[in-house]
């Protein structure tokens, strides 16, 4: 079988059909059609789309997966070093998601441990609201983005993220 129907990569990849329809819109993944008009795919599809799921789980925009996806071999089937050389582009990214649930993890207690659940009248955590004069949002799990560049999301990212501490205000 050196092709596969939407229906046999769904059924081998465990994604809905749905999906992979609009993986293919967002250009993700690539079909040819037959006479028919009928999707069909590369075996190396199986691979892109455990690709994309994978990226998915840890969180990375779909965006950056298709750009990663684009700079594999269209004419043979990815190698082992193809996918090495994408994932370790994601290493920085993933350090940076790691570094925020870990500050998340260790301070939650702290933002709601008094019981009072607001960060605007809480006198231990935020006397004054003094964060708020920093700008929306949640200001302590805010990690610097002045030497990354990244802008493309509310949660920002940072550059060397588990060296970095937030302050505690």
Not at 7 to 16: M, N, Y
Not at 57 to 70: F, Q
Not at 72 to 101: F, H, K, N, V, Y
């Amino acid at each position: 079988m050196s092709e596969l129907t939407v229906g046999e990569l769904a059924a081998r990849s465990g994604v809905a059909v749905s999906a992979l329809h609009f993986y293919e819109s967002k250009g993700l993944l690539r079909s040819r059609r037959t006479r028919g008009n009928q999707r069909r795919y590369a075996r190396d599809a199986l691979r892109r789309v455990a690709f994309i799921r994978a990226g998915q789980r840890v969180g990375i925009p779909l965006t950056m997966i298709r750009e990663a996806l684009a700079l594999l071999p269209e004419q043979r089937t990815p190698t082992p070093e193809d996918w090495a050389r994408l994932s370790a582009g994601w290493r920085e990214e993933l350090d940076i998601r790691i570094e925020q649930l870990r500050l998340l993890r260790d301070g939650l207690t702290d933002c709601i441990g008094c019981g009072c659940l607001s960060l605007e009248r809480c006198v231990l955590v935020n006397p004054y609201d003094r964060l708020g004069r920093q700008g929306p949002g949640a200001r302590r799990w805010r990690l610097s983005t002045e030497s990354s560049g990244h802008k493309s999301c509310d949660v920002p990212a940072a550059t060397k993220a588990t060296k970095r501490k937030l302050p505690l205000v």
